[in-house]
């Protein structure tokens, strides 16, 4: 919803949903399920809950991308629930690089609805040692982070042809070069947008 010149991203406390039962042929109530792979194995666990993001792909293709350098902002106040893990990130866009994590991820921020002082910045890119899995570069963005869940703060990351550098309120709080990446660098690829 939008008010007060604010977009408001409610998550809703859901833990079950209406499904049509063929063999019935009626509708019945079932827990609220997502599935996921994890190292090769199908997990199912309980996603009681319903949320909300912006994005700027959907099924039709890329609505926006970011081309070479490039700097990108947002103001937000983080939600107080325990469970939540809200985040600002991006994804590269060239499907030739085997998706993620050859195409790269820049995460922004990554926070923890438990701690509001949690927020940490990351660059997930493939491993030299085995592109499948990611090699990380994280970072704890550092400032008045306590206020992340009372207060509007604005986040922000600077890509440049030498580093990926994270913003809390205009500060730099954590850098990675470009150099420092040891794998297959996706940053540095000007197809992935």
Known sequence: SVSGGNLHLTAKYEPTRQKYDSRSRSMVTVDRECTR???GRSETY???FTSAMVQTRDNKGIKFAAYGDFYAEARIKLPTARSSWSSFWATGTDEKLGGWPGNGEIDVFESKGYDPTYLMSNVHSPRASNPKKTEQHQGMM?????????EF???GVLKSADAIEFY???QLTHRVKMSDIKGPNPF??????
């Open 188 to 193: 540095v690829d000007p197809e992935n947008n």
């Open 37 to 39: 792979t994890v190292n």
């Open 142 to 150: 550092h400032g008045d982070t306590a206020t992340s869940q009372s």
């Open 168 to 170: 809390f309120d205009g």
């Open 153 to 155: 703060h604005t986040y």
């Open 46 to 48: 309980k996603a009681p």
